[in-house]
């Protein structure tokens, strides 16, 4: 079996005579121009022009824009085979085939694909609200685990390790919005990205010892920020995107039992001869410094997408009180109890407005304008970044929310994971089944 990593979770899976390609994200500037690859992949002559076009298999964990990149995509024949996970509703599918693919093949967490050839693929589902996979691979014995995102459940880490994994790829580091984009003082911001820096390293490496494999990899998590707006979100004091380095470190210093291997675009590994660098001397400088010389060159880049970005529906007042007032009357009464919120929109620009969406309402009415006095949850944002996703134009709300592009604020301070789950997928049978039963 033979590896290429392409940054986050995208790693090329040579084995049996056929290939694999999971999560591909080849270009950069995803969520609306922030996100970047830790190391610019053309800086690996790594760029859509360049890549091979043909893989047997793509995998596609989730919908997330560093792991489903329609720009990507757009690379491969319409019925090359997609591998899925069979979720709870089918928003990922409905996406990928409006895109024009024809051969989607979803299977149930856990069952076994033969692919052909010996080679043998196992998608397992996360144990989370939120759409998420990870991939299994195995041929001729040599077993290889692809995490991406996803947070397995318990059971699932423990039957790998009890089977034993060859090279494990594992989520590392934060790739949300808390608590950077929240209006803390400063100090207590520092403190609360200090313990969630911890936490994260001390779920990996609990990961790596109940899966055990031979080599451990930090692979997805950490963005680069290279608007120099928003670099202060890539430092340790403030921003919770891991360097890959500290993930190594943090692996070696707890004895996991496994060999940490510190992975750049475009660096190989094979079951048989090992590790093969071929990153760039430029991916192994000081992170500060290969971020700041970045975020320089592409910064005309990063202006220039923000200026082509196009202004919001003039019609957004209008739509977006529509938009919610519907969402939330098609919840059940139990759901709207469990989310229990009263969630303040502040759209600045042209087309903007004020409104507060009250999920404690009577109904038939739940969106009120204006904020009110005892709102519990806070967005601001621009109009032109919200309105594609109120106009149903971009169908994945979390896409905004993961930009870092707006700012945040609650009230208490504590986290609503059902009003979380509204937001990232307001179906009201799926939502209603979930907090039924947890």
């Known amino acids: 079996m033979r590896v290429t990593y392409y940054g986050q979770a995208c790693t090329l899976i ?14 950069e500037g995803a ?22 076009k043909n893989v047997d298999f793509l995998f ?19 019925d090359i085979p997609l591998l899925l996970c069979k979720f709870a509703t089918r928003k990922l599918r409905a996406f990928l085939e409006t895109q024009g693919f024809t051969n989607i093949r979803e299977s149930a967490s856990g069952e076994e694909l033969d692919l ?5 693929a196992t998608i397992l589902t996360t144990a989370e609200y939120t759409n998420d996979s990870a991939l299994l691979v195995e041929h001729e014995g040599c077993r290889l685990l692809n995490e991406t995102d996803c947070k397995l459940g318990y059971r699932d880490l423990e039957r790998m390790g009890q089977t034993g994994i060859d090279i494990g790829f594992y989520m590392f580091s934060g790739a949300n919005w808390y608590p950077m984009l929240y209006n803390y003082p400063e100090d207590v911001q520092r403190d609360l990205v200090r313990g969630r820096r911890k936490a994260l390293l001390r779920s990996l490496v609990q990961r790596v010892k109940l899966t055990k494999p031979k080599v451990a990899v930090p692979a997805a998590g950490p963005c680069t920020v290279l608007d120099p707006e928003l670099l202060w979100l890539n430092t340790e004091e403030r921003g919770i995107f891991i360097d890959p380095e500290i993930a190594v470190q943090a692996l070696r210093e707890a004895n996991s039992g496994s060999t940490p291997l510190y992975m750049a675009a475009g660096d190989v590994w094979d079951s048989r001869t090992g590790f093969e660098p071929h990153a760039p001397k430029s991916f192994h400088v000081p992170r500060h410094k290969y971020i700041a010389e970045a975020s320089e060159r592409m910064a005309p880049f990063i202006a220039a997408a923000h200026k082509d970005e196009p202004p919001a529906n003039r019609d957004l007042p209008r739509l977006l009180p529509q938009h919610y007032n519907e969402l939330v009357r098609a919840q059940t009464p139990a759901v709207r109890s469990r989310i229990n919120a009263k969630m303040a929109f502040v ?17 038939p009415d739940y969106v009120r304008e204006g904020l009110l006095p005892d709102w519990t949850y806070k967005i601001e944002v621009e109009d032109k970044l919200i309105s594609p996703f109120i106009t149903g134009q971009e169908p994945f709300f979390e896409h905004l929310l993961l930009s870092l ?25 799926r939502l209603h089944n979930w907090h039924a039963n947890h």
């Open 14 to 27: 040579e084995a049996g005579g056929r290939t694999i390609l999971t999560d591909p994200w080849l270009t």
């Open 31 to 52: 969520y609306l121009g922030t996100w970047f690859h830790t190391h610019v992949l053309a800086d690996a002559g790594i760029t859509p022009e360049t890549f091979p």
């Open 60 to 78: 596609l964990s989730h919908e997330h824009e560093d792991h489903l990149d329609v720009r990507t995509l757009r690379l491969f024949r319409k």
């Open 116 to 120: 052909g050839d010996g080679l043998k």
């Open 347 to 363: 759209v600045t620009g042209p087309n903007g407005g004020e409104w507060t969406v009250d999920f404690t309402s009577p109904g």
């Open 405 to 429: 592009r707006f700012r945040a604020e609650r009230r208490p301070d504590e986290y609503n994971e059902p009003l979380y789950h509204f937001l990232y997928e307001p179906d009201p049978e």
